[in-house]
């Protein structure tokens, strides 16, 4: 059934009140995940009708105003963190590892396990081509790698 005010034809944009919406979303959160931000992007575009530009541009600086983190911004810093630690060949050593899956978590706050910054770590590994170098003694291995959930 639709209500009255999915039938009123589409007025000027609104992004102050937007805004607003957003910042509700996040009271009380210091991770901003992809879904939710999926549909608060879609809530922009379709009911306060702002253009997709305008509804990330207010996503953004609200998110930064709150001090929450953007899943899609910390996985870009994070890949980053990790093409910089890689060697010559594309590997992360272990501690390289640890440090990023820290640097992850401490980015997204308590929202985000420890467990679950390693698998998203390992995730964004996987998705650019970005190996493990072994490690051990006196065989080194990549089971410390495989070890973890994906």
Do not use: C
């Not at 901003?32 to 922009?44: F, I, N, P, Q, V």
């Not at 594309?90 to 698998?119: L, P, Q």
């Not at 970005?130 to 291995?141: E, Q, R, V, W």
């Amino acid at each position: 059934m639709m209500r009255n005010s999915d039938m009123q034809p589409p007025g000027p944009p609104q992004p102050a009140r937007f805004a607003e919406l957003v910042k509700l979303h996040m009271q009380g959160r210091r991770f901003l995940d992809s879904d939710r931000e999926m549909k608060l992007l879609e809530e922009g575009v379709t009911r306060y009708n702002l253009s997709l530009g305008e509804a990330q541009a207010t996503l953004r600086r609200s998110t930064e105003d709150a001090g929450v983190a953007n899943q899609s911004e910390l996985d870009r810093s994070t890949l980053q963190l990790l093409r910089t630690l890689s060697d010559q060949r594309g590997r992360i050593a272990r501690g390289d590892f640890e440090k990023t899956a820290n640097f992850y978590r401490g980015r997204a706050g308590t929202s985000v396990t420890e467990t679950d910054a390693r698998t998203r770590v390992k995730r964004l590994m996987e998705e650019n081509d970005i190996g493990a170098k072994k490690a051990g003694f006196p065989l080194p291995t990549r089971r410390w790698y495989r070890a973890i959930e994906a």
